[in-house]
Nanobody, 123 residues
Framework: QVQLVESGGGLVQGGGSLRLSCTASGRTVGVYAMAWFRQAPGKDRELVAAIGWSPPDPYYSDSVKGRSTISRTDTMYTIHLQLDQLKPEDTAVYYC????????????????WGQGTRVTVSS
């Protein structure tokens, strides 16, 4: 009964920027940590960034560290992922996930998922 609504995906040129957003609504009593995963063709779903509940500390994968920022609004149920210096290898479907009490690195630890938003980075 938790709904995750994503936005912000699209087509962007290499070196450009994109800002993804996700809002959790409904019965959010079981929503704590939230995260962004991505899945490229022929690859496993991988964690991109995550943010905790209390405190809302961030985590970044090595692939995006230094060129991304994950944040959480004061309401705690909306997160944003700012992606800068985009590369063609960032092309993937990005999924918003939510649920665990603490940040987890495996996708199967997140109960709630969005539909995914496609990010395409051209050369």
């Amino acid at each position: 009964q938790v709904q995750l609504v994503e936005s912000g995906g699209g087509l962007v040129q290499g070196g450009g920027s994109l800002r993804l957003s996700c809002t959790a609504s409904g019965r959010t009593v079981g929503v704590y940590a939230m995260a962004w995963f991505r899945q490229a063709p022929g690859k496993d779903r991988e964690l991109v960034a995550a943010i905790g509940w209390s405190p809302p500390d961030p985590y970044y994968s090595d692939s995006v560290k230094g060129r991304s920022t994950i944040s959480r609004t004061d309401t705690m149920y909306t997160i944003h992922l700012q992606l800068d210096q985009l590369k063609p290898e960032d092309t993937a479907v990005y999924y918003c996930a939510a649920g665990p009490l603490y940040i987890e690195y495996n996708a199967n630890q997140y109960r709630y998922w969005g539909q995914g938003t496609r990010v395409t980075v051209s050369s």
